[in-house]
């Protein structure tokens, strides 16, 4: 399967503040991206779709302005968690699509703990 | 229509038989019917899929059924290991590049 890293693993931050994590695709290329957040013992729950060289498609009930997602290049893509608070202590993982293909590959996934 | 239904929630089997996990959904246009296995802490990974135009797929010791007309899909792994203990998810989509919609996951366990 493809590979697909996750920068960091694991982040602890202060309730007010931003935090960026990266999720790049180091196989091939993808045009879409997603992002998801998964609560414990709770099934995947998509936030986004990331395009790349366009605004990212955000689901019902996800505040666009808060979870800021860019995809600025066919390998990269991040989510910025803006004035994060405890609520949005969660696992963030990030998964791929080749340009041509139907499998989707996740990420190692990102910790959030907000303090 | 866009949900995906799974069953059990959570599946205990003896080492050495077989674990069989359901998926059901509404949506007639899903065309791609993968599988994820999850360790805790790491994410998803692709462990089988399938597309509408055949009724079983095998690799290794995991096989899908599909029923397309009863809108089912089903894993079923033999031979359990220890090793295969894990969250189970299915999922459908209705394309490529399209979003996955999952189900709400079964949390194997294999005991000696």
């Known amino acids: 399967g493809a590979v697909v890293s996750q920068h960091p693993s694991r982040v602890i931050c202060k309730s007010g503040t931003s935090v960026k994590i990266e999720c790049r695709s180091l196989d091939f290329q993808a045009t879409t991206m997603f992002w998801y957040r998964q609560f414990p013992k709770q099934s995947l729950m998509l936030m986004a779709t990331?395009?790349?060289?366009?605004?990212?498609?955000?689901e019902q009930g996800v505040e666009k302005d808060k979870f800021l997602i860019n995809h600025a290049s066919l390998t990269l893509s991040t989510l910025t968690v803006t004035s994060a608070h405890p609520e949005d202590s969660s696992f963030y993982i990030c998964?791929?699509?080749?340009?041509?293909?139907?499998?989707?590959?996740f990420g190692p996934g990102t910790r959030l703990t907000v303090t | 229509q866009q949900q995906v239904k799974q069953s059990p929630q959570s599946l205990i089997v003896q080492k050495g038989g077989i674990s069989i996990i359901n998926c059901a959904y509404e949506n007639t246009a899903f065309d791609y019917f993968p599988w994820y296995q999850q360790f805790p802490g790491k994410g998803p990974a692709l462990l089988i899929a399938i597309r509408p135009d055949v009724s079983e797929k095998k690799e290794g010791r995991f096989t899908i059924s599909f029923n397309k007309s009863a809108k089912q899909f089903s894993l079923h792994i033999m031979d359990s290991q220890p090793g295969d203990s894990a969250t189970y998810f299915c999922?459908?989509?209705?394309?490529?590049?399209?979003?996955?919609?999952f189900g709400t996951g079964t949390r194997l366990t294999i005991i000696p």
């Open positions: 998964s791929v699509i080749p340009s041509q293909g139907y499998e989707q590959y």
């Open positions: 990331s395009n790349e060289g366009s605004k990212a498609t955000y």
């Open positions: 999922a459908a989509s209705t394309g490529g590049n399209e979003k996955l919609t």
